[in-house]
């Protein structure tokens, strides 16, 4: 089994959800990234053992899928809020979290992706890792299903849990929902709005943006190929940008 089991329940009339899987260490890194990030956009834990953690249940629940893509102004505007909180929290001392580095590193396994493709996404990776000012405890997988509406706002859940430049986070929501973006008429206006608002709103530049943006998609790409899924979708969202 590669995949988590998740069901909800109550304790003291409170919901909650029970997540089950047999991958121990992810679970466990989950758990520790659900901790650091404790009262800042995330459900609180509130108990893990081995394969098994119980937490807080998001209610209503409804994702930031729900937005799209008829609310893309109020959506990124919500993911912005949701990264600015999320950033505000410490990296653990003595942590064990990778680096975002160390998960790039998927681009230079050869993958069976255009050269002129593959080769721009690793110059800027490597400008964008030499270039970073700051570095964060970041979610790692922010698109728009990890995102929900709760009762006192939004939380996100799943996060992954890495340290580097705080742009990354902005990647996964602006290349998402897929295939849904691209069975839109204007994806590429889309993307571009993301970009700019993104930058807009938590003041960074929208090259970086686009850059990041880039980056991930390509990985993403590589990810499909090593897990023998339909990799299209990728390669006609990087060409929509030209």
């Not at 329940?9 to 989950?30: D, T």
């Not at 509130?46 to 008829?70: H, Q, R, S």
């Not at 986070?169 to 571009?192: F, G, Q, R, S, V």
């Not at 990985?219 to 090593?226: D, G, I």
Request: hydrophobic content about 40%; some cysteine; glycine content about 4%.
């Amino acid at each position: 089994m590669s995949f988590n089991y998740v069901a909800r329940g109550l304790i003291k009339e409170k919901p909650i959800l029970v997540k089950l899987g047999l991958n121990n260490r992810a679970l466990s890194k989950e758990t520790q990234c659900l901790k650091a990030f404790e009262s800042h956009a995330t459900p609180k834990v509130i108990a893990n053992k081995d394969n098994m953690i119980i937490m807080e249940c998001a209610v209503p629940g409804i994702t930031l899928k729900e937005y799209f893509p008829w609310q893309e102004t109020e959506a990124t505007n919500i993911l912005c809020n949701v990264i600015k909180d999320l950033h505000t929290a410490k990296i653990p001392i003595g942590h064990n979290f990778y680096h975002i580095k160390d998960l790039l590193q998927t681009l230079d396994n050869e993958p069976d992706i255009p050269n002129n493709i593959l080769n721009k996404a690793r110059r800027l990776r490597d400008k964008l890792l030499s270039t970073t000012m700051k570095e964060v405890l970041l979610h790692g997988d922010l698109h728009h299903d990890n995102i929900l509406k709760n009762d006192h706002g939004w939380m996100v859940i799943d996060p992954k849990g890495f340290i580097g430049d705080p742009v990354f986070e902005t990647a996964a929501y602006i290349c998402n929902p897929i295939p849904d973006l691209l069975h839109e008429n204007n994806p590429k206006e889309i993307i571009i709005g993301r970009i700019q608002l993104c930058a807009k709103n938590l003041n960074i530049q929208e090259q970086r943006v686009k850059d990041w943006f880039y980056v991930k998609s390509v990985l993403c790409w590589a990810w499909s190929l090593e897990d023998k899924l339909d990799h299209a979708y990728w390669k006609k969202l990087l060409n929509i940008l030209g």
